[in-house]
């Protein structure tokens, strides 16, 4: 009797533990798993349970890319959502050419929109981890032992040259690397070439641009909300009509502006220190093409330009400066303005409030969608949208000449032009001016002045 106690005593207990095991390897039996490389291989990443695998296509994901890892490599973006976003797919091809491990790009914060948005905020973070694999290895953070260094100072900090080539990051920031094991890149803007790199490095760039870089579900299916709306009643064009008060400031343009609103500009543009210019002659920079163009310029631009007036115009932009007064004239033009603010409802734009790198992302959903893309000034947005659109195979953008336009205007104003000859001569200025795929400007030892990338990627377009 003791001996059958003792067996059925031990049975139970050993039930217990097993129990006990299978949940405890329900919490940590994944974690530990990824860190087991034998046991979790990418065809077990593609498995579906059989309750699900009838409603979710498969994800085939590309191979993990075997090399040796020379370190670790952190970058902390500047700028606004496409400054930024140009920054991270050079980071990616830098990492995949020095053999490092990429740390998830941090975004800026102190900039002047002062946007809280962290990557997983504004990107699918594991598209882009996943899509990559098989040419860098990024990670989320860096692994603890190397995260308590960091932690306590123990890793390099530096800004690297602009417009550097791939071989600057070879000779100068590798050894770095291999001596620190962690470096941090504490500025990323226009860092790397634009002209002269091995043409698979460009088109990783490229690669991570159109398909590494995808915003998150939430961005997504509210952009694709407002061009079904948008598409319900017929073509539109997007104006990407850059008239913010930042904007403003910090480029010295007060074309149309009363004397206070020209006093409240030059405050604010002396009140942040990282904006270097601050005495700007507005007349002389309008003039070189140098300025946003106006509401009013551009409603006389869109009008010589023979775009129909009951065309839906979506404006992507931040708030007008100077609001309806200065909106006035286009509005009167083109009656259909619409905005995102205007299509949504207030509750589906109340999570992207003061995060305006979300909003912009929104915006250049839309803008990629849209059967005319205008933009009034060459910023990072217009460029990158331009380039994504060519990538697209070709959809009109037109990117108006300013400085050939300020002139025209101002002789229609002044009225040695008629409007015929005002209508025809724009026109034939922008026949070659609709953003079709053509071979990238270069201008030797002049970089900043070299026709961007992402503007016009032409590596990466099929001929």
């Known amino acids: 009797m003791i001996l059958w106690m003792t067996r059925g005593m031990t049975t139970l207990l050993l039930w217990i533990c097993v129990v006990q095991l299978l949940t405890v390897g329900e919490v940590w039996g994944p974690r530990l798993l990824k860190t087991w490389p034998s046991c979790y291989t990418p065809m077990q990443t593609n498995i579906h349970s059989s309750s699900s695998s009838f409603l979710e296509p498969k994800v085939f994901l590309p191979p993990k890319r075997a090399y040796k890892n020379n370190g670790y490599l952190m970058v902390s973006c500047n700028g606004g959502l496409n400054q930024m976003r140009g920054a991270i797919c050079d980071m990616v091809a830098v990492a995949r050419y020095l053999n490092v491990t990429l740390i998830v790009p941090e975004l800026d914060k102190s900039s002047f929109w002062a946007d809280p948005s962290d990557f997983e905020d504004i990107f699918d973070v594991d598209h882009f981890i996943r899509s990559l694999r098989d040419e860098v290895r990024i990670l989320k953070e860096l692994p603890p032992r ?82 079904k709306i948008l598409r319900k009643n017929g073509p539109f064009l997007v104006l990407h009509l850059r008239y913010e008060m930042d904007m403003l400031a910090f480029s010295g343009c007060t074309q149309g502006c009363n004397s206070e609103e020209v006093e409240e500009l030059t405050r604010m543009r002396y009140a942040y220190t990282w904006w270097k210019e601050k005495e700007i002659n507005s007349d002389f920079k309008r003039k070189e093409g140098l300025c946003p163009m106006t509401p009013e310029e551009t409603a006389l631009i869109l009008r010589a330009l023979k775009i129909d007036r009951n065309i839906q115009i979506y404006i992507a932009a931040g708030e ?47 803008s990629l969608e849209s059967d005319i893309f205008v933009p009034t000034y060459d910023g990072n947005m217009a460029r990158v949208v331009e380039g994504h659109r060519r990538y697209l195979r070709f959809k009109k953008t037109i990117r108006l000449d300013r400085k050939v336009l300020i002139d025209l205007i101002d002789r229609y104003s002044e009225g040695s032009l008629n409007w015929e000859e005002f209508s025809n001569t724009v026109q034939e200025v922008h026949v070659d001016r609709m953003g079709r795929p053509a071979r990238r400007v270069m201008i030797s030892d002049r970089p900043k002045e070299e026709e961007y990338f992402y503007a016009n990627p032409y590596e990466c377009l099929d001929s």
Not at 355 to 363: F, G, I, P, R, Y
């Open 146 to 227: 190397l995260k308590r260094r960091v932690e306590h100072g123990n890793f390099h900090s530096l800004a690297p040259i602009s417009w550097s080539d791939i071989s600057y990051y070879h000779n100068q920031i590798l050894p770095l690397i291999q001596r620190y094991k962690v470096v941090h890149l504490n500025r990323t803007d226009a860092r790397l070439a634009n002209n002269g790199l091995p043409l698979e490095i460009q088109k990783l760039r490229c690669r991570v641009n159109y398909s590494g870089l995808k915003f998150t579900s939430q961005i997504e299916e509210l952009g694709e909300k407002v061009v």
């Open 320 to 366: 007008i400066y100077g609001g309806e007064r200065r909106m006035a004239s286009l509005a009167a033009e083109f009656p259909n303005l619409v905005r995102k603010e205007t299509l949504l409802d207030p509750l589906e734009l109340g999570f992207f409030q003061n995060h305006s790198s979300q909003m912009a992302a929104l915006d250049y959903l839309v």
